[in-house]
T-cell receptor
Framework: AQSVTQPDIHITVSEGASLELRCNYS??????LFWYVQSPGQGLQLLLK??????LVQGIKGFEAEFKRSQSSFNLRKPSVHWSDAAEYFC??????????????FGQGTILTVHP | EADIYQTPRYLVIGTGKKITLECSQT?????MYWYQQDPGMELHLIHY???????EKGDLSSESTVSRIRTEHFPLTLESARPSHTSQYLC????????????FGDGTRLSIL
């Protein structure tokens, strides 16, 4: 069965500082990986995705993530955080076939607080 | 882009009432999904559909039911609401064919008194 772990429930950074949100996954084959952001009371917005190819993927709002198969990780990074980045971030893994086809399993989320 | 619409956005209702949460999409996608998200928690898949007249239960057991009579609509129904059903319900559809990223509606925040 596929699973996702986000070890950090809450992270606080200062505006302008760099950011890294951790994500570890468990999946039996090559995973499809996603990062979403959710502002309070809103739905989820896709930040970036990894399907195959280049292991460093670029997303919207200046975010990037690196897929490391050896570490089963897909960490999200941003070089300089803005106050508007304060939100909750979810990592998700998608199934590539069988009964997992087209479905996503989510991590428990990381709440990001940005101090001015 | 997939346009997904969920209504109502917020619903506060008493125990025992029948509730239907609406989800519609304008892109003609076959696959649609319902996720449940308790406050501060991760999303859990409760229902999905791969097309008209196709519905399946997700990974998290739910007392809700769904139907897929038309491609664009995927309503979720609770026959008799209970306080334990209080949660946020998010509808999603993939972008394009295959296992593409799922686009989410803004969700319905349901509170059962």
């Amino acid at each position: 069965a596929q699973s996702v772990t986000q070890p950090d429930i809450h992270i606080t950074v200062s505006e302008g500082a760099s950011l890294e949100l951790r994500c570890n996954y468990s999946y039996g084959a090559t995973p499809y990986l996603f990062w979403y952001v959710q502002s309070p009371g809103q739905g989820l917005q896709l930040l970036l995705k990894y399907f195959s190819g280049d292991t460093l993927v670029q997303g919207i709002k200046g975010f990037e993530a690196e897929f490391k198969r050896s570490q089963s990780s897909f960490n999200l990074r941003k070089p300089s955080v803005h106050w508007s980045d304060a939100a909750e971030y979810f990592c998700a893994v998608g199934g590539a076939g069988g009964t997992s086809y087209g479905k996503l399993t989510f991590g428990q989320g990381t709440i990001l607080t940005v101090h001015p | 882009e997939a346009d997904i619409y969920q209504t109502p956005r917020y619903l506060v209702i008493g125990t025992g009432k029948k509730i239907t949460l609406e989800c519609s999409q304008t892109m003609g996608h076959d696959k649609m999904y319902w996720y449940q998200q308790d406050p501060g928690m991760e999303l859990h898949l409760i229902h999905y559909s791969y097309g008209v007249n196709s519905t399946e239960k997700g990974d998290l057991s739910s007392e809700s039911t769904v139907s897929r009579i038309r491609t664009e609509h995927f309503p979720l129904t609770l026959e008799s609401a209970r306080p334990s059903h209080t949660s946020q319900y998010l509808c999603a559809t993939p972008h394009g064919t295959g296992n593409q990223p799922q686009h989410f509606g803004d969700g319905t925040r349901l509170s059962i008194l």
